[in-house]
């Protein structure tokens, strides 16, 4: 290689924003850049060719960079680490709160490579986005309501934990198309009726009741609340939403309908009038029979006074 060439290399591995060290088989310094000077916080008369990796961990150790332990055991176990000449990558915490990133890749004849890059505020993005995750999960537990998130483009559906409980299906199992194939015949055409109508702008919200077959096969009655999520031009790409099991709320109602009918058919069945009259609360309740076997219409007899 000329000294042009090199000269050229060496300049442009300076504009490098990670440092870069270069070592021989005996593991002595044979180049580093500004950056890796600066990233570890060597003097530049300290980090000079021919300077044993050995004394670079030492000072590493004796400056606390490796945590609390004997700096002899410390730099022993990374020079044990690289003998087996395989790429190591470690997240090292250093004494000063920053948190620097180290590659260790062997080359030929021997020689070994070490990149140090600062990821200190990467690092902290990923804690914040996991603590955040955490927060999510511990929310979506707390609620009675499973949720979901539906790519419309994609066709992807992702959902909580939860609604993969409530209808007894395990993580990634639950598809868009499995979802809609799993509505119930006689409502599939009332939600399909609410998609539209919601992803046309018409509703500002996504309301609808319908039942849907669980995994084990049985059907639960659910209230579906979501809100779209529009590109620039409007159209509905995401729908995220709730989803509310509501079969015991849709079993009691479905038993007071029975109930009234029953008590309807029964009051036909015999000539008597009834009525009922909450003294407390001031309010009546009178049969047909009564108001036709005293001559009164529906307007005209409602309260206790008339």
């Not at 700096?71 to 090292?92: C, G, K, M, Y």
């Not at 890749?105 to 993005?125: F, G, K």
């Amino acid at each position: 290689m000329s000294k042009t060439i090199a000269t050229d290399v060496e300049l442009g591995l300076e504009q490098l924003a990670e440092g870069l060290g270069i070592f021989d088989a005996q593991l002595r310094l044979l180049y580093c850049n500004e950056q890796f000077r600066a990233i570890r916080g060597y003097a530049a008369d300290f980090c000079r060719p021919g300077a044993p990796l050995a004394a670079l961990f030492r000072h590493n150790a004796e400056r606390g960079d490796y945590g609390p332990g004997d700096p002899t055991q410390q730099v022993e176990q990374r020079l044990a680490q690289l003998r087996s000449e395989r790429p190591l990558d470690i997240d090292q915490p250093l004494a000063d709160g920053r948190v620097v990133h180290a590659r260790y890749r062997p080359l030929r004849n021997s020689s070994l490579a070490i990149t140090y890059e600062d990821v200190t505020t990467l690092r902290h993005i990923e804690a914040a986005q996991r603590h955040d995750q955490e927060r999510y999960e511990l929310a979506t537990r707390a609620i009675s309501d499973g949720l979901y998130d539906w790519s419309i483009s994609t066709d992807e559906l992702r959902v909580s934990e939860h609604l993969n409980e409530m209808f007894g299906f395990k993580a990634g199992e639950l598809t868009a198309r499995d979802w809609f194939e799993r509505v119930h015949p006689d409502d599939f055409a009332a939600y399909r009726a609410s998609l539209r109508e919601h992803f046309t702008a018409r509703t500002q919200a996504l309301h609808c009741e319908y039942r849907i077959r669980s995994k084990p096969g049985a059907y639960l009655w659910i209230a579906d609340h979501g809100l779209a999520v529009r590109n620039a031009d409007g159209r509905a790409v995401r729908l995220v939403g709730a989803i509310s099991d509501i079969s015991q709320r849709k079993a009691a109602e479905e038993a007071l309908r029975i109930s009234e009918e029953r008590y309807a058919l029964a009051l036909q069945a015999i000539d008597e009038g009834i009525y009922d009259w909450d003294v407390a609360n001031g309010r009546v309740y009178y049969s047909p029979n009564v108001r036709t076997s005293l001559g009164f219409t529906h307007e005209e007899m409602v309260t206790p006074e008339d």
